[in-house]
């Protein structure tokens, strides 16, 4: 028997691909994430009808899309939610089974480096089999010419240097179990597309931040905390490696960038980047310049910190505790392939996304202390 011969284990009544792809109705795993958030605005304006996938919790965790949700009342049957996740495979089954859905994007990970050396084998579990899991439902469903799948892999791929600016092409070396899970994940994508003809798409994805970013993720740690401090209620700000450099971009350019892999005629993995690079340092430094306070720093390693200048207070101080057990010193990436093919290209520049991000901390750390008086 011929591998396209094996019958799907779920039989759905499916017009033919090109019918059924008319249809504009997005997947997304991780809606409730920094990315799944802005992607979801973008589909929505372009006129899908957009499912997300959310975990079960005891607090509330559909903050980022609050403002979606309420918009629903007026525009109904375009935005739902379904329990999920990407552990259990039977879930996966049902909800591709019931969506239908044209595009999917995995986004959904345990998605902090630094956990994944405490979580290993979850973040394994999540971001490596979690994507084949994915994979296996579609097929699963019968859907593997009907669908187009974007997956959210990663400059963590690149891990130690092996070359710079990293490229489509450039050698993996990931430093982490995270990226080692994104690599299986990375992989199992392509033997996909290769095997099953499915129309699969790797998104190797710089950093990129927003005001929506996770509040343990280093720009948002610093954005917030600088907001604290130049209202008096934080006082230091502790952080680990200031030396790393990132290319980081803004999340809402990157999504577009998501969304475009899956309209070309074949599927091809792109890389995303800006073309620059800054250590978490400069990030520190421009953070506060925003707020007024310029920096001096003294010691080094372990015992570094940096003092105002003007009140000659300690403000931030490096704590080994966020030192990683391995460590990625330098990403920069080369978005050439995405501009030429994709048309894609970054909007928001390094200083506009520190800027930002101070900004809406500003306001919102403000509008606490206004409650509390
Ligand atoms: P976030 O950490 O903000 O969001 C992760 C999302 O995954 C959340 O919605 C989370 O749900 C969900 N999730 C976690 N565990 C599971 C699970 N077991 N089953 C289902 N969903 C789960 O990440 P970002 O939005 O920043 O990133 C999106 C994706 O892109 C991730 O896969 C990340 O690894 C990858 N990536 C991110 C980059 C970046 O710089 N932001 C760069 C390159 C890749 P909950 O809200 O309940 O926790
Ligand atoms: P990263 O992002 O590991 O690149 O992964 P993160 O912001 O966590 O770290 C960036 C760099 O800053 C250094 N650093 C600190 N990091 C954190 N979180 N907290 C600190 O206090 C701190 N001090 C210094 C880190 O050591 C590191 O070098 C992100 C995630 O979104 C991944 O999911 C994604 O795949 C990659 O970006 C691309």
Request: proline share 5%; hydrophobic share 35%.
């Amino acid at each position: 028997m011929s591998v396209d011969a094996v019958p799907p284990l779920v039989k759905l009544d499916l017009p033919p691909p090109e019918e059924y792809l008319k249809r504009k109705v997005a997947l997304i795993s991780g809606i409730t994430g920094q990315d799944g958030s802005y992607l979801t605005e973008l589909l929505l304006e372009k006129g899908y009808q957009v499912h997300g996938i959310i975990r079960r919790s005891s607090s509330f965790n559909t903050g980022r899309l609050q403002h979606l949700y309420e918009d629903q009342h007026e525009r109904p049957n375009k935005f739902k939610l379904h329990y999920g996740d990407l552990s259990d495979s039977t879930n996966l089954v049902y909800i591709i089974a019931q969506v239908q859905p044209t595009e999917i994007y995995n986004l959904g990970a345990q998605s902090h480096v630094k956990v994944s050396f405490e979580m290993a084998e979850y973040t394994g579990d999540v971001d490596g089999l979690g994507t084949l899991r994915l994979l296996d439902a579609i097929r699963t469903c019968g859907l593997e010419k009907h669908v187009r799948f974007y997956q959210a892999s990663t400059s963590e791929l690149y891990g130690k240097v092996v070359e710079t600016p990293q490229t489509e092409k450039t050698p993996f070396y990931p430093r982490s179990p995270y990226g080692c899970a994104k690599l299986y994940a990375y992989w199992i994508v392509v033997n996909y597309r290769e095997a099953y003809g499915l129309y699969a798409c790797n998104g190797i994805l710089f950093n990129h931040e927003s005001p929506r970013r996770g509040r343990t993720f280093v720009t948002r740690k610093i954005s917030r905390a600088v907001a604290e401090i130049s209202v008096g209620k934080q006082s230091c700000l502790y952080l680990g490696n200031l030396d790393a450099q990132r290319d980081w971009g803004h999340a809402r350019d990157y999504v577009e960038g998501m969304w475009r892999m899956l309209q070309q005629p074949t599927p091809e993995d792109f890389v995303l980047a800006t073309g620059e690079t800054h250590p978490v340092r400069e990030y520190v430094e421009k953070a506060f310049k925003c707020v007024g306070i310029q920096l001096e720093w003294s010691g080094e390693g372990a015992g570094e910190q940096a003092k105002d200048v003007q009140s000659g207070k300690v403000v931030v101080k490096v704590d080994p505790r966020y030192f990683r057990p391995a460590e990625v010193d330098l990403l920069l990436g080369n978005p050439a392939k995405a501009e030429r093919v994709l048309g894609w290209k970054r909007k928001v520049d390094f200083d506009s996304l520190v800027r930002e991000m101070v900004d809406a901390d500003l306001l919102a750390v403000k509008s606490l202390v206004e409650d509390h008086n």
